[in-house]
């Protein structure tokens, strides 16, 4: 068993002189016919967007589910895409879909990556990420389609704030707080009028099928209670039976209404209706096309790839594609990328219907149980990629029909494991569900180790709690033991320190009762790496020193190498230099020797911050900018956060200002994302250096009284009174306005004492040489200050 903390903190299209321009439209609706009067009130919100700001912001389309709204607002969308030239940004916000919503903050960081913010940098925090969106949309003209849309709260955080930009938002509800609050128009979508709901049959089977008569299309449609989507799969049912007659294909239609009657409430005559064309055209299929599409109901997610599909089936990657197409052909499904689909929210429950009906319990639980033994092992092997130094799990052999993937190489793996990570995280409440312990617990652990390099933890404590309750009810200790160093990894990233000391104490006692050295070291490392952020020195001293002891004597040279190099970080901040270069020198040769990238950055980090302090400036530049370049290539956003600071005071050393000042800005919003407030506010510090010696002191002070802010609220005297001792200097070198006060130069110097007697009273209960020398440094300053 190993652990690592590694200590660290859509389509664009083209590149436009205000950033890049994404079209993320979807393709037009083939076949659309009418709703004339509903694009002239749509054209109606118009009145402006030729230059002028718009009169009308916000649009609602809302209707019953099946009724067209999509295809409405993707017609007319691309009608007038022309009048913004900017982009169009699209995200389907699933409001209505069995399973989970998109939340805004999901979907504000796919609208901000396609505007060229970098997936690290999105703010974690969704009111800084929806400012950070109106912002980017400021003076731009874009339109924003926010589809499937299930309330005001899901929508808000997703309106640009410009009048030049224009929100198209679909629903089943109302929306009525969008009209009253942010003055909304809605457009209220009906069934269609008879003779468009004929004309939609005959668009779709033209050129199918010799032309029908008005009086049977006229029944079809009245069948299909006149809604787009029945209408549609309706007419493609017929188009793809040129020659049987339309009064057999009414009858069936006919036969299964009639089941559904004697199975219905009759509440919802709309919604008896598409579940009675839904079953109509599933029943058309062919077995082996229907089994496959009543099986995709049980898969955890709405969007799904070919292979978890041919594992759900049983099948090979190509006749599963076949049947897949066979779906698509049908529109029972979409298919939204290569070899990636998607199902409409009203098909998925309509299939997991399905095959809660039809397949027998048996059947049921063997194709969940296949699909997650296929994430489960596929995420192994990208953890052989992400995580390499990591111990993998035992597991079983996959089963019969499971065909994990291999990946090529480490970005392969990452791209998969962005790609599937909301569906590995749902196969674990999955598996919860089915009563399966064994996956639940097994899923859980390794999509820590295989998670993005960039994941916001949050995402995964769930899924880690949830999977340490299944392994304490398995009775496994050993997992009980991974999970909850994963969760105490996790809560550290995230400034839990308590609760992360508890895990790491627990899962110790676990190791030591087992007799695993190993794991017992790996506890101790990360219980030291705690003491380490509370700057409690000398007891993460002694744990590093513990564990190094145990892997020397385990040989395990990888986990000496890294523990030695969080020793060194600890003689480094607590000024004990020669101690700290010492043991750097060490393991940077063996991190070196070991190829181990991660390792090195981290130790070139420690050498940057020696080499500055020894007046080094150029090689401290080099070597932070050496471990940046790792970071960078392991698109890993966290060990680029925190490496960042370092190259901040690196850039800050040289002279350069404005770099300093960008690295500290990007590092922020890196640590605003992932949810790591203290290092965030260690990034404010290093901006607020960068103004003072622009010389711009009162932004600087601001930047320095937010981060004594947070590190007073999380407990962290050290950096507050570092913090403080910044925000004195700065008062008193800007003397004139901070935050819009004028202040007098007394006013400012009696602030500043103020600031640098609390920074004394804070350092009293630190003794080791760094502190004694910040004593020192601020006492100078309050004596010159007197």
């Not at 499904?333 to 429950?349: N, T």
């Not at 048996?362 to 033994?373: D, H, K």
């Amino acid at each position: 068993m190993h652990f690592h903390e590694r200590e660290a903190a859509s389509e664009e299209g083209r590149k436009g002189p205000g950033g890049p321009t994404p079209r993320q439209l979807p393709s037009d609706v083939s076949g659309f016919v009418n709703r004339t009067e509903e694009l002239d009130r749509l054209n109606a919100v118009l009145v402006g967007a030729d230059g002028d700001p718009l009169v009308i912001s916000v649009c609602v389309i809302a209707g019953t589910a099946g009724v067209g709204k999509t295809s409405l607002a993707l017609r007319w969308a691309h009608q007038v895409r022309d009048r913004f030239p900017d982009g169009q940004l699209y995200v389907n916000l699933r409001g209505y879909d069995p399973g989970e919503p998109v939340a805004a903050r999901d979907a504000l960081h796919r609208f901000l990556t396609a505007l060229g913010v970098p997936a690290g940098s999105v703010p974690q925090d969704l009111d800084a990420a929806a400012a950070q969106y109106r912002s980017l949309l400021a003076d731009r003209r874009f339109l924003v389609v926010l589809d499937n849309a299930a309330t005001v709260g899901q929508v808000r955080p997703l309106l640009p704030g410009s009048g030049q930009c224009l929100a198209v938002v679909t629903s089943r509800s109302m929306l009525s707080g969008l009209v009253v609050r942010d003055g909304a128009r809605r457009v209220t979508l009906g069934t269609l009028p008879q003779p468009e709901a004929v004309a939609l049959l005959r668009a779709v089977t033209a050129g199918y099928r010799p032309e029908d008569d008005l009086d049977k299309l006229t029944e079809l449609a009245g069948l299909c209670a006149r809604l787009p989507l029945a209408l549609r799969i309706a007419a493609e049912r017929a188009a793809s039976h040129p020659h049987m007659r339309l009064d057999d294909l009414i009858a069936d239609l006919r036969d299964e209404s009639a089941l559904w009657d004697a199975l219905s409430t009759g509440d919802d005559e709309e919604a008896e209706a598409v579940r009675t064309v839904f079953a109509w055209s599933y029943r058309a299929l062919p077995d082996r096309a229907a089994r496959l599409f009543r099986l995709l109901g049980l898969h955890p997610g709405p969007e799904f790839g070919l292979y978890a599909a041919a594992a759900l089936a049983q099948m090979t990657p190509a006749r599963t594609r076949q049947l897949l197409d066979s779906l698509v052909g049908a529109h029972l499904v979409e298919q939204i990328a290569p070899d990636r689909y998607q199902f409409h929210d009203l098909l998925r429950a309509y299939a997991t219907d399905q095959a809660q009906h039809e397949e027998p319990e048996e059947s049921r639980a063997a194709a969940l149980g296949r699909v997650l033994e296929w994430y489960l092992h596929t995420a192994d092997a990208a953890q052989g990629w992400l995580s390499p130094a990591e111990e993998r799990l035992t597991l079983t052999p996959p089963g019969e029909g499971v065909r994990p993937l291999a990946f090529a190489d480490y970005d392969a793996a990452v791209d998969w494991s962005e790609r599937e990570n909301a569906n590995l995280l749902r196969a674990v409440r999955s598996a919860v569900d089915a009563g399966d312990d064994r996956l639940a617990w097994q899923l859980s652990a390794v999509l820590w180790w295989a998670q993005s390099p960039s994941a916001p933890v949050a995402e995964w404590l769930e899924a880690g709690r949830v999977g340490l309750a299944a392994a304490r009810r398995s009775g496994e200790g050993r997992a009980e033991g991974l999970l909850l160093t994963g969760l105490g990894m996790g809560h550290t990233r995230i400034n839990e320190l308590a609760e992360s000391l508890e895990c790491h104490r627990r899962a110790r006692e676990i190791w030591r009762e087992s007799g695993d050295r190993l794991g017992e070291a790996h506890s101790l490392n990360l219980m030291g790496l705690i003491h380490l952020r509370r700057r409690q020195l000398a007891d993460a001293a002694l744990h590093f020193e513990q564990a190094i002891e145990v892997f020397r004597a385990q040989r395990s040279e990888h986990w000496e190498a890294t523990t030695l190099s969080n020793l060194a970080g600890t003689h480094y901040r607590a000024g004990r230099l020669p101690e700290a270069r010492a043991a750097v020198e060490q393991a940077l040769a063996a991190h070196r020797a070991l190829g181990n990238q991660r390792g090195e950055g981290n130790v070139l980090r420690i050498l940057s911050d020696l080499e500055r302090e020894r007046g080094e400036p150029e090689k401290a530049l080099k070597s932070a900018q050496a471990a940046l370049d790792i970071a960078l290539g392991l698109r890993d956003q966290r060990l680029e956060g925190f490496w960042l600071l370092t190259l901040a005071d690196a850039q800050g050393a040289e002279g350069r200002f404005e770099e300093a000042l960008v690295s500290a800005q990007r590092s922020a919003m890196l640590h605003r994302r992932l949810g790591d407030r203290s290092r965030e506010a260690l990034a404010w510090q290093g901006a607020g250096a960068a103004f003072g010696a622009c010389e711009r002191h009162a932004e600087a002070a601001d930047f320095h009284r937010r981060a004594v802010s947070v590190h007073r609220e999380l407990g962290d005297g050290w950096h507050e009174a570092l913090a403080l001792e910044s925000l004195g200097v700065e008062l008193l070198s800007a003397e004139s306005l901070v935050s819009g006060e004028a202040r007098s130069s007394a006013e400012s110097r009696a602030a500043a004492l103020e600031h640098w007697a609390g920074a004394l009273e804070l350092l009293g209960e630190y003794d080791d040489p760094r502190a004694a020398a910040v004593r020192e440094r601020i006492e100078g300053r309050v004596a010159r200050a007197r």
